[in-house]
């Protein structure tokens, strides 16, 4: 997924909080067009965010089962002092995505109506890995972040317990992601996992991918994570 953006102007967001939902433009239902988008960069405990939907941005994410997601996205002409603060101080990054389709609707138990925006949402969130400098022909200076989502669900946490025996598959993959040093959220877990039961004990000492990827291997599954929280599901589920 690549969009690239054109807009001349770019101001820094202070103050703690910003809101992560662009304006809403009305459109015919199921409209492919009118993109709209929203770029935040945020500094480590999130107390600071720079806002750079309006400048020109080009970035690209890319998504995939059982490792990471990545994102990269340059930013043209920006001032330097914001240049500055993003590469010293920017910690992740924020892109929402989508087509500004918007619809009315009516809610029949409560006799109350509204519009909601479809098709649009956060696509990626996540840790800024390495930012790079450079110049592009004789007027455009650009900075491009790289980024990954998932890190801490999949290379930088530890798990260091035992399960007891009498588990079925299902409950052990929720084990894994709860015994974990850092909790990981799971946003599913099928319920078409092998229902058989261990009849002994085992030790978890590593990193929860590695015992993630053994239960799925022996079940016919996957998994991926999205927005920091994974989903486990056989590949019969998928689809569904």
Request: charged share 25%; net charge neutral.
């Amino acid at each position: 997924m690549t969009w690239s953006v054109d807009n001349p102007i770019s101001k820094p967001l202070k103050g703690g909080k910003w809101n992560t939902n662009a304006a809403n433009a009305t459109m015919g239902k199921n409209a492919l067009y009118g993109r709209k988008w929203k770029i935040l960069i945020a500094n480590a405990d999130d107390s600071n965010a720079w806002d750079v939907s309006s400048l020109r941005c080009v970035f690209e994410v890319k998504k995939s089962r059982e490792t990471r997601n990545y994102a990269t996205i340059s930013i043209y002409n920006l001032t330097p002092e914001t240049e500055r603060a993003i590469i010293m101080y920017g910690d992740r990054l924020i892109i929402e995505a989508g087509y500004g389709v918007s619809e009315t609707f009516v809610d029949e138990a409560n006799i109350s109506g509204g519009t909601q925006t479809l098709q649009y949402g956060v696509i990626f969130d996540g840790k800024i890995l390495y930012p790079s400098r450079k110049r592009e022909g004789n007027t455009d200076f650009v900075l491009t972040l790289l980024a990954g989502e998932g890190d801490n669900a999949l290379g930088l946490d530890w798990v260091s317990q035992t399960l007891y025996r009498g588990m079925n598959q299902r409950e052990i993959a929720q084990n894994i992601c709860d015994l974990a040093e850092t909790k990981i959220a799971t946003a599913a877990i099928s319920e078409n996992l092998s229902p058989q039961r261990t009849t002994r004990g085992k030790v978890l000492f590593g990193e929860p991918k590695d015992y993630l990827d053994d239960l799925v291997r022996g079940n016919n599954a996957t998994y991926w994570v999205d927005n920091e929280t994974i989903t486990v599901a056989k590949y019969t589920d998928v689809g569904k």
